[in-house]
């Protein structure tokens, strides 16, 4: 009895295994050979079906000041249109976030005010002005998006760009601004205080603007999705201090800070400058080699100090937090574009984290600026 009992275990793991490994119908072929459930579950879908992430890691281009003109980005626009994003996330605070901390409580009430002053500003004179509120605006906003590009008239636009601003979405309506030609700019009926701010955004080196709005126009994509995530502010707030306290008293620390200058990285800049192409800066800011020296200066020492206090562990934690809330911020947006190219404009300080926690995803395929052709 016991050997056929064995014989018929045997028989239906076979039939079972074999069964997962052969899927006829979809005429897909899965090999099991790793144990690790999740890589399984990646191995289900077959490449040229997963969503490519493009992380590109930026710097804050608004300090080059009176040395940036939108020629410098040429070369990298030209390359981030050959890999045809669907969807652009942009480096701001999402509007969901900007509405949530207004009604949190007196902290994020005034830490959303500093951060997102412009967005607060302009949302509340367009909703007294038109009598909106932000849950009609958003509804209006996804009514409206439901159009083709198009099919969006010189109303639909105008109409967009009133209830984008009134959801705090200023880089969605500047890049919707951007569409009007020079007339129809002229004769939509808004305030001209707020022409001049869309206007302003639209012309801006900042790099949600000059890479942001300028690459979704040329590819006629109709939105932007800020996903940067500040929620960890109110406990660095907390123990920044005493952080920095003890930090000063660490030899660990302090002889860390003889090594902080990245010459090799101030060298690219100024090359690039000089040819007016920064397209082989992003490459090395981009790049594996940068990556690891500068996530080690930047974070590494966090794991070396060994504080009592263990604040040392606590920052990089909560760093660790930020990157994965904008994880998770990237993977709701692009739940809904499924095989499609996202493009991330990011600090380039979050890019490796960012890669690694989305390339542990089901269906999604980290790329990088080497791999477009």
Same mark, same amino acid.
């Given at each position: 009895?016991? +050997?056929?009992?064995?014989l018929?275990?045997?028989?239906?793991?076979?039939?079972?295994?074999g069964?997962?490994?052969?899927?006829?119908?979809?005429?897909?072929?899965?090999?099991?050979?790793?144990?690790?459930?999740?890589?399984?579950?990646?191995?289900?879908?077959?490449?040229? &079906?997963?969503?490519?992430?493009?992380?590109?890691g930026?710097?804050?281009?608004?300090?080059?000041?009176?040395?940036?003109?939108?020629?410098?980005?040429?070369?990298?626009?030209?390359? /981030?249109?050959?890999?045809?994003?669907?969807l652009?996330? +942009?480096? *701001?605070?999402?509007?969901?976030?900007?509405?949530?901390?207004q009604?949190?409580? %007196?902290?994020?009430?005034?830490?959303?005010?500093?951060?997102?002053?412009?967005?607060?500003?302009?949302?509340?004179?367009?909703?007294?002005?038109?009598?909106?509120?932000?849950?009609?605006?958003?509804?209006?906003?996804?009514?409206?998006?439901?159009?083709d590009?198009?099919?969006?008239?010189?109303?639909?636009?105008?109409?967009?760009?009133?209830?984008?601003?009134?959801?705090?979405?200023?880089?969605?309506?500047?890049?919707?601004?951007?569409?009007?030609?020079?007339?129809?700019?002229?004769?939509?009926?808004?305030?001209?205080?707020?022409?001049?701010?869309?206007?302003?955004?639209?012309?801006?080196?900042?790099?949600?603007?000059?890479? *942001?709005?300028?690459?979704?126009?040329?590819?006629?994509?109709?939105?932007?999705?800020?996903?940067?995530?500040?929620? %960890?502010?109110?406990?660095?707030?907390?123990?920044?201090?005493?952080?920095y306290?003890?930090?000063?008293?660490?030899? +660990?620390?302090?002889?860390?800070?003889?090594?902080?200058?990245?010459?090799?990285? %101030?060298?690219?800049?100024?090359? $690039?400058?000089?040819?007016?192409?920064?397209f082989?800066?992003?490459?090395?800011?981009?790049?594996?080699?940068?990556?690891?020296?500068?996530?080690?200066?930047?974070?590494?020492?966090?794991?070396?100090? &060994?504080?009592?206090?263990? /604040?040392?562990?606590?920052?990089?934690?909560?760093?660790?937090?930020?990157?994965?809330?904008? $994880?998770?911020?990237?993977?709701?947006?692009?739940?809904?574009?499924? *095989?499609?190219?996202?493009?991330?404009?990011?600090?380039?300080?979050?890019?490796?984290?960012?890669?690694?926690?989305?390339?542990?995803?089901?269906?999604?395929? +980290?790329?990088? /600026? %080497?791999?477009?052709?």
């Amino acid at each position: 009895m016991k +050997v056929k009992l064995i014989l018929l275990i045997v028989s239906f793991s076979v039939l079972f295994f074999g069964c997962l490994k052969e899927m006829p119908d979809k005429e897909l072929t899965v090999s099991i050979e790793s144990e690790d459930p999740i890589k399984n579950l990646q191995k289900l879908t077959p490449d040229e &079906f997963k969503s490519n992430i493009l992380i590109l890691g930026v710097p804050p281009l608004n300090v080059l000041r009176k040395d940036f003109s939108p020629a410098l980005l040429d070369s990298l626009i030209f390359v /981030l249109k050959k890999f045809n994003p669907s969807l652009i996330c +942009v480096d *701001g605070i999402s509007p969901k976030e900007i509405e949530a901390f207004q009604h949190l409580d %007196d902290y994020h009430s005034k830490l959303v005010s500093s951060l997102a002053p412009q967005e607060i500003k302009l949302a509340e004179l367009v909703r007294k002005k038109y009598k909106i509120s932000y849950s009609k605006a958003a509804d209006e906003v996804d009514s409206l998006l439901r159009k083709d590009y198009s099919q969006i008239s010189f109303d639909d636009r105008l109409e967009l760009i009133k209830n984008l601003i009134a959801t705090y979405d200023i880089y969605s309506a500047s890049l919707q601004w951007s569409y009007f030609t020079k007339e129809e700019k002229s004769k939509a009926e808004i305030e001209p205080s707020i022409k001049d701010e869309l206007e302003n955004l639209v012309n801006s080196n900042d790099e949600n603007s000059s890479i *942001g709005i300028r690459l979704a126009s040329q590819l006629k994509i109709q939105k932007l999705y800020p996903i940067n995530d500040y929620s %960890d502010k109110f406990y660095l707030d907390k123990i920044s201090d005493k952080l920095y306290e003890e930090m000063l008293i660490s030899e +660990v620390y302090l002889n860390s800070r003889k090594d902080v200058l990245d010459f090799q990285t %101030d060298r690219k800049l100024k090359e $690039a400058l000089a040819k007016k192409n920064l397209f082989p800066f992003f490459r090395h800011i981009n790049s594996v080699d940068y990556l690891i020296n500068s996530s080690n200066k930047n974070w590494g020492i966090y794991y070396k100090m &060994f504080l009592d206090s263990g /604040l040392d562990r606590t920052r990089v934690a909560l760093w660790e937090m930020k990157c994965l809330r904008i $994880a998770a911020n990237i993977r709701e947006i692009s739940s809904f574009y499924p *095989g499609k190219n996202v493009l991330v404009i990011i600090d380039v300080s979050a890019k490796p984290f960012l890669e690694e926690y989305l390339s542990s995803l089901g269906d999604v395929i +980290v790329t990088s /600026l %080497d791999k477009i052709n």
